[in-house]
């Protein structure tokens, strides 16, 4: 008798257990994920030339939650006369998108922008910016004095130095650049299309052998680069920070 009350209680818990197990729903958790200018930790403003286009990289990181959720991102706010491919996009994160920009006629001022992120569960994240038409040479906003703060691989250090017109379109001179003198000259090739530049290897003066890279804004330059034969120290790399 025992042994059949036990038998009739394991088939009650059994059964128990199939209904609670039936009756539990799965609750998906909304995805989380952050939404940046790629290789900067917020959405930057941008600078685009009043003839021509200009290509924004947006990073799209996933963070948390359900990983097959896509993320749709929307570009509202444009000002007459700018107009952006593609306006939407969507796909599952992480991922990068290039939202390219192009103006022929858009008048010189800062208009402000956003874009909208969406994903299922997840009410809309705006990210504001400001979007600025200026001139088709970008290198003009780059003219005149900056501060320099330089963190190298022997010292850190911080000097002034100043971008010069070279009477080519979207070109620049840095004089005394690496606080190396003001016979040190180096020319910097910028991309407006996505505000990167590029310093070719060249005698910058004084006998420095420099080469380099890097990302600039209309009053901004991080440029790192190696510099060989700099008196006093020989060979060295650096991160400079310029700032307007």
């Known amino acids: ?19 609670v197990s039936c009756t539990t729903k799965y609750v998906k958790v909304p995805i989380s994920f952050s939404v ?19 290509d924004m990289q947006i990073l799209v990181k ?13 570009v509202i706010g444009l000002p007459a006369d700018v ?6 996009f969507s ?7 290039d939202f390219v920009f192009t103006t ?3 008048a010189h001022a800062t208009y402000p922008v956003a874009i909208v992120a ?7 994240q705006i990210y ?21 703060h330089n963190d190298c691989s022997i010292s850190n250090y911080d000097y002034t130095a100043t971008g010069v017109a070279t009477g080519t379109a979207n070109t620049l001179t840095i004089n005394n650049f690496g606080g190396y003198g003001s016979a040190v000259n180096a020319s910097v090739t910028l991309n407006c299309n996505n505000d990167s530049l590029f310093i070719a290897n060249q005698n910058i003066g004084n006998g420095i052998i420099a080469q380099g890279y890097g990302v600039f804004t209309a009053n901004s330059m991080t440029i790192w680069y190696t510099a060989s034969n700099v008196p006093g120290v020989g060979n060295e790399s650096c991160s400079a920070t310029f700032t307007k």
């Open 1 to 19: 008798m025992k042994k059949f009350s036990l038998f009739l209680l394991t088939i009650f818990v059994t059964f128990g257990v199939i209904i």
């Open 36 to 54: 940046v200018t790629n290789h900067q930790d917020k959405v930057t403003d941008i600078f685009i030339p009043d003839h021509g286009s200009y």
């Open 62 to 74: 996933f963070l948390s939650g359900t990983a097959s959720d896509n993320v749709t991102l929307k």
């Open 83 to 88: 107009t952006v491919t593609p306006d939407t």
């Open 91 to 97: 796909a599952v994160p992480t991922y990068i998108q």
């Open 104 to 106: 022929t006629s858009a």
């Open 118 to 124: 969406t994903a299922p569960g997840v009410g809309a």
């Open 128 to 148: 504001n910016f400001n979007l600025t038409v200026t001139d088709a040479d970008c290198a003009v906003n780059l003219w005149g004095a900056f501060s320099v």
